[in-house]
């Protein structure tokens, strides 16, 4: 972010793009979590909640193909509109919509898979990040920057033979995957925090 504002600035404009109207679709991405919530405590049968979410997944994608033609499967050229374009990177009403459409169909599927029909070993990695996504997503947000920093410091031994470093690699700006590897690295590492902290018991909730 850019350095904080003065108080009698009305409006501020933050570096990664979004605007002050930016809350109203943000709030609607947090009402259809709430509605997929309240299913899936409800007292309807496994099959019946699983068939809803499924449902409200394609009712978002068919209103957001409406809205933005840009995501269709095929490019029709004199069927080409975008009344509210699909951009995450402002949370467009298009892409909470979207979005919500993808949400309801792997809650879906996950559903189906540990709820239903109970494999729920393979899912410990996600559990560990789920009961502390609150700790998960203030550690993204605050001390993302310092552990990629400590990853480029601590990493860098070289190999006194060919001159290669895992840091090298990495953040090599030369190969298209690095920054996939970067934050998959980072990732794990939240994860290991989020790991000793379901080990400990010690769970963030509001």
């Known amino acids: ?11 501020w404009v933050n570096a990664g793009g979004y605007q002050t109207l930016n809350f109203i679709p943000s709030i609607a ?16 049968i496994e ?15 068919v209103i957001s193909m409406l809205l933005d033609t840009s995501i269709w499967p095929v490019n029709i050229e004199q069927w080409e509109w975008h009344l509210v374009p699909i951009v995450k990177r402002i949370w467009s009403p298009g892409w909470a919509i979207f979005s919500a459409g ?16 109970g494999y729920k070993k393979w899912a410990f990695p996600f559990v560990v990040v789920g009961m502390n996504s ?3 997503y203030c550690m993204a947000q605050l001390i993302r920057p310092w552990v990629q920093k400590s990853l480029k410091i601590h990493l860098t031994t070289l190999d006194q033979a060919t001159g290669w470093s895992v840091a090298g690699s990495l ?21 290991l925090i989020c790991l000793w902290m379901y080990l400990q018991r010690i769970f963030i909730k509001i």
């Open 1 to 11: 972010r850019y350095e904080e504002p003065f108080r009698d600035q009305k409006f």
């Open 29 to 44: 991405t947090m009402l259809f979590g709430l509605m997929a919530g309240q299913l899936l405590i409800s007292n309807r």
């Open 47 to 61: 099959k019946m909640k699983v068939k809803w979410l499924l449902q409200a997944g394609l009712v978002c994608f």
């Open 102 to 117: 993808w949400a309801f169909w792997f809650l879906a599927v996950f559903y189906w898979i540990i709820d239903v029909k």
């Open 134 to 136: 609150i700790a998960m």
């Open 171 to 191: 953040f090599s700006t030369d190969c298209p995957y690095a920054p996939i590897a970067v934050s998959a690295t980072i990732l794990f590492v939240l994860w």
